[in-house]
T-cell receptor
Framework: GAVVSQHPSRVICKSGTSVKIECRSL??????MFWYRQFPKKSLMLMAT?????????EQGVEKDKFLINHASLTLSTLTVTSAHPEDSSFYIC?????????????FGPGTRLLVL | GNSVTQMEGPVTLSEEAFLTINCTYT??????LFWYVQYPGEGLQLLLK?????DKGSNKGFEATYRKETTSFHLEKGSVQVSDSAVYFC?????????FGGGTRLMVKP
């Protein structure tokens, strides 16, 4: 199956700074990637759909100016948390749909744990 | 609206015990159903899936049957191992994105 990587795996930053998280599809090209947020002991919440060559699609309630998404290439999407605050501390996960006849299955990255002090 | 409900954990079992994690969904139509597993420190992995009514998904000793009548997709395993300790997520695909249940943490003790 596909391998999806994320970098960094863990980041601690000061309040007010910006943090960039990378998501890479290592096995195949992806025109679409998904970004999720997972709160402690909670399920994954879809934040946005990253689209190569066009603007990301954000879910209701997600601030697009706060969470900047750039789908730079067919193998790379980045999520930048701008002016981070402690309430942004969370586990951020990206995924890549498998495509083809099995488009509903997604391959997930290992996640990035963000802690904002 | 579309939603997935799964039993809250944690579920604590002894090794070789029988496991059931309940999952029910609310959706229009008949979406594909999934179970994903998240091992400690790792990302989610697809465990099994079923795409239509009465289909049975199976993998690594786990099984789940797509029950249209009860809108359920319960996860079962006959004999759990310590290595099965993880968080299990029921999910479905009602449109163009996955919708997840709240997750159930399973702890298996030797």
């Amino acid at each position: 199956g596909a391998v999806v990587s994320q970098h960094p795996s863990r980041v601690i930053c000061k309040s007010g700074t910006s943090v960039k998280i990378e998501c890479r599809s290592l096995d195949f090209q992806a025109t679409t990637m998904f970004w999720y947020r997972q709160f402690p002991k909670k399920s994954l919440m879809l934040m946005a759909t990253s689209n190569e060559g066009s603007k990301a699609t954000y879910e209701q309630g997600v601030e697009k100016d706060k969470f900047l998404i750039n789908h730079a290439s067919l193998t790379l999407s980045t999520l930048t948390v701008t002016s981070a605050h402690p309430e942004d501390s969370s586990f951020y996960i990206c995924s890549v749909p498998s495509g083809g006849d099995d488009a509903e299955t997604q391959y997930f990255g290992p996640g990035t744990r963000l802690l904002v002090l | 609206g579309n939603s997935v409900t799964q039993m809250e954990g944690p579920v604590t079992l002894s090794e070789e015990a029988f496991l059931t994690i309940n999952c029910t969904y609310t959706a229009t139509g008949y979406p594909s159903l999934f179970w994903y597993v998240q091992y400690p420190g790792e990302g989610l992995q697809l465990l099994l899936k079923a795409t239509k009514a009465d289909d049975k998904g199976s993998n690594k000793g786990f099984e789940a049957t797509y029950r249209k009548e009860t809108t359920s997709f319960h996860l079962e395993k006959g004999s759990v191992q310590v290595s099965d300790s993880a968080v299990y997520f029921c999910a479905f695909h009602p449109g163009n994105m996955l919708t997840f249940g709240g997750g159930t943490r399973l702890m298996v003790k030797p």
